[in-house]
């Protein structure tokens, strides 16, 4: 069964910081990996996906890259912002539905 | 470009009470998932369509069914409702077997008094 757990749980920083989320699977057999983010109470933002035969995807400031090896998939934050604080989650495509990570809340404080 | 719309946004129920949750995925997607998250807890997968045929059954309460209709829109019923059935309950989409990822709607916040 895939287990997908997601460090740190928590992390408050000061803006302008470069940040790194991890996300780590049981089982290496996943499809896709996609992260989203989740404000307080709301949907479900799709960030990033990256596809079976990809090992990395870049939009603006978010770069997140995907080892299937090691069970890893790590999501980078360049220069963060006040408006980055929200829930991050990562969530492996297996055997056609997605399971997702525990999640990251993130604090960014001017 | 369109997205997958879930109604109604909001809605609260008493205990032992009927709910009706829909969702209209995006245009020509094939599949459609219906998750839940608790307070504080990730979202979990209760159940999925591919064609409008179940593809595959996650944690889901004997009291919940859903089905998926002929112009691809989905409604997930729930009976004999819970107190701990108070979550916000998620609906996505996929093309082609899921190559493109995931599109989830806005939600829908249940909450059962």
């Known amino acids: 069964k895939q287990e997908v757990t997601q460090i740190p749980a928590a992390l408050s920083v000061p803006e302008g910081e470069n940040l790194v989320l991890n996300c780590s699977f049981t089982?290496?057999?996943?499809?896709?990996l996609q992260w989203f983010r989740q404000d307080p109470g709301k949907g479900l933002t799709s960030l990033l996906l990256i596809q079976s035969s990809q090992r990395e995807q870049t939009s603006g400031r978010l770069n997140a890259s995907l080892d299937k090896s090691s069970g890893r998939s790590t999501l980078y934050i360049a220069a963060s912002q006040p408006g980055d604080s929200a829930t991050y989650l990562c969530a492996g495509d297996n055997t056609d539905k997605l399971i997702f990570g525990t999640g990251t809340r993130l604090q960014v404080f001017p | 470009a369109a997205g997958v719309i879930q109604s109604p946004r909001h809605l609260i129920k008493e205990k032992r009470e009927t709910a009706t949750l829909k969702c209209y995925p995006i245009?020509?997607?094939?599949?459609v998932y219906w998750y839940q998250q608790g307070p504080g807890q990730d979202p979990q997968f209760l159940i999925s369509f591919y064609e409008k045929m179940q593809s595959d059954k996650g944690s889901i309460p004997d009291r919940f069914s859903a089905q998926q209709f002929s112009d691809y829109h989905s409604e997930l019923n729930m009976s004999s409702l819970e107190l701990g059935d108070s979550a916000l309950y998620f609906c996505?989409?996929?093309?082609?077997?899921?190559?493109?990822?995931?599109?989830f709607g806005s939600g829908t916040r249940l909450t059962v008094v």
């Open positions: 996505a989409s996929s093309l082609v077997r899921r190559s493109y990822g995931y599109t």
């Open positions: 245009p020509r997607h094939d599949t």
């Open positions: 089982d290496s057999a996943i499809y896709n």
